[in-house]
């Protein structure tokens, strides 16, 4: 059984940095795309960062420039780090990785940035 097990997140000041790691246990089948998204209270859940099997990257415009998303196959594992924080980007951070046969998601860590 698969698992998405997430950490690094927490309580930072604007203008500082967190850096969010995911590990996968268990065997995913040809992880194709890693990424991240996340979901403030009363909003939708949104892409923040995709980086896909050859490296090319995907950002949200709001993160771009800030937020930088990798990842290391041989340890099936995603980060985020997340520089020049803002108050805006506090929400639940999901890790996602879609393998061949199914899309994974991981619990969730929360990220608050106070002003």
């Known amino acids: 059984q698969v698992q998405l097990v997430e950490s690094g997140g927490g309580l930072v000041q604007a203008g500082g ?7 996968a246990s268990g065997i995913i089948f040809d992880i194709n795309a890693m990424g991240w ?4 209270p009363g909003n ?11 490296g090319s990257t995907t950002y949200a ?6 937020f930088t998303v990798s990842r290391n196959n041989a340890k099936n ?9 803002k108050p805006e980007d506090t929400a639940v951070y ?10 994974y998601w991981g619990q969730g860590t929360q990220v608050t940035v106070s002003s």
């Open 17 to 23: 940095s967190l850096r969010l790691s995911c590990a």
């Open 37 to 40: 998204y996340r979901q403030a």
């Open 44 to 54: 939708e859940r949104e892409l923040v960062a995709r980086i896909e099997s050859g």
């Open 61 to 66: 415009d709001s993160v771009k420039g800030r």
């Open 77 to 85: 594992t995603v980060y985020l780090q997340m520089n020049s924080l």
């Open 94 to 103: 999901f890790c996602n990785m879609i393998g061949r046969f199914a899309s």
